[in-house]
């Protein structure tokens, strides 16, 4: 299987900055895709932002010019860094990775880390 470990989360005062990292580790053939949600209490886990093998990148509408997703694939990593923070940025953030693993054979995967905790207070 492929476990993923988040790290990064923490309190920030608006305007600030945090850098969310996301590692994918096991027996992994290759990555298609790897993006971040967040889900806020009471509300529904949202997509924040995806990013492809292929380079290509999605982001809400919330966080356009303000969020950059990015990946190491050698590292089998995914980073979201969170420029000028507002308070409705928090949230817990999960990141999620999907690919193919090998198990014997090769088996899809659909992973989704621990979560952290993102907020944004003065």
């Known amino acids: 299987q492929v476990q993923l470990v988040e790290s990064g989360g923490g309190l920030v005062q608006p305007g600030g900055s945090l850098r969310l990292s996301c590692a994918a580790s096991g027996s992994i053939v290759s990555i298609s895709a790897m993006g971040w949600y967040r889900q806020a209490p009471g509300k529904e886990r949202e997509v924040v932002a995806t990013?492809?093998?292929?380079?290509?990148?999605n982001y809400a509408d919330s966080v356009k010019g303000r969020f950059t997703i990015s990946r190491d694939n050698a590292k089998n990593t995914v980073y979201l860094q969170m420029n000028s923070l507002k308070p409705e940025d928090t949230a817990v953030y999960y990141c999620?990775?999907?690919?193919?693993?090998?198990?014997?054979?090769?088996?899809?995967?659909?992973?989704w880390g621990q979560g952290t905790q993102v907020a944004v207070s003065s």
């Open positions: 990013i492809r093998s292929s380079g290509n990148t």
């Open positions: 999620n990775v999907v690919g193919v693993y090998s198990d014997y054979r090769p088996r899809v995967f659909n992973s």
